[in-house]
């Protein structure tokens, strides 16, 4: 999927996931944010191949799980790119201020 097109949030894919829970929902989306500039942070902080590819991956499947879909699709890219994509993570750094700025 194309970050550009891809969808900020999908809130059905954690409302399925929590079976309809409020709370759940709540905890885990609380979860997800916070641990948000930890992820992106490993996947700067990598060095070499398999580090920015298990980072990236790490990323990917937080974000695919709450339904975050454009920052999981920016990972799913990252998943297949070189270590340090400066391109790839200003992008990603947009996606996150997007991501964040739904929930002001």
């Not at 891809?6 to 399925?16: D, G, K, Q, S």
């Not at 079976?19 to 989306?29: A, H, N, Y």
């Amino acid at each position: 999927m194309n970050p550009e097109s891809a969808p900020v949030f999908l809130p059905h894919r954690l409302l399925e996931i929590t079976g309809g829970d409020t709370e759940l929902f709540d905890d885990l989306m609380s979860e997800f944010r916070a641990h948000l500039p930890a992820y992106v942070g490993a996947l700067r902080a990598a060095k070499d191949r398999a580090g920015w590819k298990a980072a990236a991956h790490r990323l990917k499947g937080a974000a695919q799980a709450i339904g975050a879909e454009a920052i999981g699709s920016i990972a799913l890219l990252a998943e297949l790119s070189a270590p340090g994509d400066s391109a790839l993570l200003s992008r990603l750094d947009a996606e996150v201020a997007r991501f964040s700025g739904t929930f002001r």
